[in-house]
């Protein structure tokens, strides 16, 4: 049985479900965002927590999707008009990194 989330697994979740459509951040913006733990805690908490928000919108700094969850990720990056790079398997983090505004 899974725990229920720490305070440091809900800040994580709760900035997850603000990254707008069409928008990513990887692990360590959103640590950085969240002003704690690094990308490998964040990667933690989205494995065990990470089912009911968002998660294809938390990627590799590289734009890769979750391991094991590509398809899936990509299916949602369609839907949402995501900008991938041209190679079509990984997202344009120039142009799809969220900000954190607005």
Not at 9 to 33: F, H, K, T
């Amino acid at each position: 049985m899974f725990s229920e989330p720490d305070e440091y697994a809900e800040m994580v979740l709760d900035a997850v479900e603000r990254i707008p459509p069409g928008r990513v951040l990887s692990y360590g913006d959103l640590a950085e965002l969240v002003g704690q733990g690094g990308p490998r805690q964040v990667g933690r908490v989205m494995s065990l927590y990470g089912g009911g928000v968002p998660w294809w919108r938390v990627i590799r700094a590289d734009g890769s999707p979750p391991s094991g969850h590509e398809v899936r990720a990509h299916e949602e990056y369609r839907a949402e008009g995501t900008p991938l790079r041209p190679d079509g398997r990984r997202v344009d983090m120039a142009r799809a990194r969220w900000t954190g505004a607005g």
